[in-house]
Nanobody
Framework: QAQLEESGGGLVQPGGSLRLSCAAS????????MGWYRQAPGKERELVAD???????RYADSVKGRFTISRHNAMNTIDLQMNGLKPEDTAVYYC??????????????WGQGTQVTVSS
């Protein structure tokens, strides 16, 4: 079993910055992809950014150039540095990880979500 714990959400003014962190804990072999999704009221959950075990990254077009995802494999953590925040970035942000539990099984895990509100 594994768990994801997020931290770092909050209220920020437009143009400001926030840093989200996610830590995986529990018993598992390794972690494949880790990433961040977000869901705004009335909208579907969408990928913000993810990063593979080798460091390859993907970003939503809407956040390219403003957000940076990083990974610390030794500590099973990822960070999302968010700069130049806009009101449309307001959402609940969820950490996601594809975790290899044993040599024969893997599962997709979600964190509980952290609120990011961009408003003046």
């Amino acid at each position: 079993q594994a768990q994801l714990e997020e931290s770092g959400g909050g209220l920020v003014q437009p143009g400001g910055s926030l840093r989200l962190s996610c830590a995986a804990s529990g018993s598992f072999v390794n972690i494949r992809t880790m990433g961040w999704y977000r869901q705004a009221p009335g909208k579907e959950r969408e990928l913000v950014a993810d990063i593979g075990a080798g460091g390859n990254t993907r970003y939503a077009d809407s956040v390219k150039g403003r957000f940076t995802i990083s990974r610390h494999n030794a500590m099973n953590t990822i960070d999302l540095q968010m700069n130049g925040l806009k009101p449309e970035d307001t959402a609940v942000y969820y950490c996601n990880a594809l975790i290899v539990l044993t040599l024969w099984s893997r599962d997709n895990y979600w964190g509980q979500g952290t609120q990011v509100t961009v408003s003046s």
